[in-house]
């Protein structure tokens, strides 16, 4: 092989390793994070994913019926802020924000109300750990929007 072509390959080479490392990065640029009051005190955990829905009741007259629901994937399992989920009877309230660390894209943020554990999952593996929390609660408002 000559010296052109090997030259050329090993530009190629780091062109596509740059643009690998660069996409990593890009993901790595939104921080998001959860933070509950739990009586005087706040617990602030990382979040890796988060999604909310709603649904309305099927019967117009039904309002007990609880629909906010927000799903959370963590990073890891925070202790603190588990232990604060169970041992509360009447739910937690708190916030979910996401800011982008370079400033430019819109921050998100989305509180809520009486969130109560519906479900938690926790993975373990050798190459990597995640936990999941299904919180049912009583009242989200998404970017100062009251959600009815």
Do not use: H, W
Request: charged letters at 25%; hydrophobic letters at 40%; proline letters at 1%.
């Amino acid at each position: 092989m000559n010296k052109k072509s090997l030259s050329l390959l090993i530009i190629i080479f780091c062109f596509v390793t740059g643009l690998s490392s660069a996409q990593q990065l890009e993901e790595k640029r939104l921080k998001i994070e959860i933070t509950v009051k739990d009586g005087n005190k706040s617990i602030t955990s990382g979040v890796r994913t988060a999604t909310f829905s709603f649904t309305r009741p099927a019967a117009a007259s039904d309002t007990s019926q609880k629909n906010y629901f927000l799903s959370i994937d963590f990073e890891k399992q925070d202790l603190n802020l588990l232990r604060a989920f169970a041992k509360s009877k009447n739910g937690l309230d708190g916030q979910l924000t996401m800011v982008d660390i370079y400033g430019k894209a819109p921050s998100r943020k989305f509180e809520f109300k009486g969130a109560t554990l519906d479900a938690l999952s926790d993975q373990l593996n050798g190459d990597y750990s995640s936990s999941y929390f299904s919180l049912n609660c009583s009242l989200v408002i998404i970017d100062g929007i009251t959600i009815e």
